[in-house]
């Protein structure tokens, strides 16, 4: 894969997780980036301008993506577009996407952009009546984007593993707080999960990638049923969480109930469940995305070292630019993080003396860092 010369680029939803990992990647290979942010300068997210002092090649807008003066005003004279907004919560999630998907496909024609490249989840290989809402609301998104003419790049991903990330954070904090790992007798599929760092790879692939419009499945290493990662990420914990078959455990309910034990909004965690109906591995062209969009000879993280790196809390001192994106990093979500963390290769757990005695062994030293 061939890498082209520096380009402009807009990142929508920029202080989001995948967009707080990928605009710095983007500054340190020299593209010059204009960001939509919900709090604009004062961000969070923007810690990494500040540190490496690239302010000159950053521009900070704000955008809200059912504005349509807005937008045409944000794909001005950019090359290429991330579409890295989603509606997740709400009843209406799924006609929001719409409206904005149609916005941005309108404005990037009229604005002459190159690109516009999409990160979407998996699609299981079923009838498109049988997806769940939110995967369906995906797919429409994907057409949509591409509607007017813009060539459309979709990144196809399922669960994304990193400290911050909604669908890890799920399994982080089930895992902590369910002593017994209840699982539905449907919860059967196999999933293909990536390493954030993998999906930040191949989003930046996708601007140098030939400008068609068409999807990549990517995903790391590792199929694995779902109850099994559940028992990876117990076990990398260090934390003993017997499995209990639930024979009437229907997905709305799964995902209320996840929901209200995960940090996480309760449409959300009904949103992640109900996609889990179906294998979320990918298709038969998934090598496509390691020719087309990953370096030469790049290895992707699989399952047990994705689990390491995202438990595992930096010492103290080493700044934020140097540190691991799979683990912590500042702008992630204030609920990310969980009780419990690896810190030298040990487990460290925080807490009052009852929940550390639930939850297992613990060295007490809580190590600060930055």
């Known amino acids: 894969m061939t890498r082209h010369a520096p380009q402009r680029v807009l990142v929508t939803g920029a202080g989001g997780y995948i967009g707080s990992r990928l605009v ?10 204009r960001a939509t942010f919900s709090r604009g300068t004062s961000d969070p997210a923007l810690w990494w301008v500040h540190e490496r002092g690239w302010a000159d090649r950053l521009e900070v807008v704000g955008m809200d993506a059912g504005e349509p003066e807005q937008v045409e005003a944000a794909v001005e004279g ?20 719409r409206e904005w998907a149609g916005t941005m496909s309108k404005a990037a024609a009229q604005a002459g952009v190159g690109r516009i490249v999409y990160l979407s989840g998996l699609v299981p290989d079923v009838e498109e009546s049988r997806l769940s809402e939110h ?13 007017d003419g813009v060539p459309t790049l979709t990144i196809r991903a ?12 799920m399994l982080r904090h089930l895992s902590e707080r369910l002593w017994v790992r209840g699982v539905p007798i449907w919860l059967r599929s196999k999933v293909q999960p ?36 559940m028992a990876t ?63 030469e000879g790049h290895r992707l993280v699989g399952v047990e070292e994705a689990v390491t790196r995202s438990l ?14 799979l683990g912590p990093l500042p702008g992630d979500p204030a609920w990310a993080g969980g009780t419990t963390h690896l810190f030298d290769g040990r487990v460290r ?22």
């Open 24 to 33: 710095p990647e983007l500054l340190r290979r020299g593209h010059h980036v």
């Open 78 to 97: 950019v090359d290429a577009v991330y579409w890295l907004v989603h509606a997740m919560g709400g009843p209406d999630f799924a006609a929001r996407d």
């Open 135 to 147: 995967i369906a609301s995906r797919l429409e998104v994907e057409r949509l984007l591409s509607t």
């Open 158 to 169: 399922a669960i994304v593993m990193g400290s911050g990330s909604t669908s890890f954070e």
């Open 194 to 229: 990536i390493a954030v760092s993998d999906v930040v790879e191949a989003l930046m692939g996708a601007l140098s990638a030939d400008p068609v419009t068409r999807s990549y499945d990517v995903g790391g290493p590792d199929v694995v049923p779902y109850p099994a990662l």
């Open 233 to 295: 990420a117990s076990r990398q914990m260090r934390l003993v969480r017997p499995s209990l078959p639930l024979l009437l455990a229907p997905t709305r309910l799964v995902g209320f109930v996840g929901g209200r034990i995960a940090p996480v909004p309760t449409t959300t965690a009904e949103s992640l469940v109900g996609s889990l109906h179906h294998d979320m591995v990918c298709g038969p062209d998934a090598e496509d995305f390691l020719r087309d969009l990953m370096p």
């Open 312 to 325: 595992t809390r930096p010492r103290a001192g080493v700044r934020a630019r140097d540190r691991d994106p």
């Open 349 to 370: 757990r925080r807490g009052g003396l009852l929940r550390r005695l639930a939850l297992g062994p613990v060295w007490p030293e809580w190590p600060p860092y930055d």
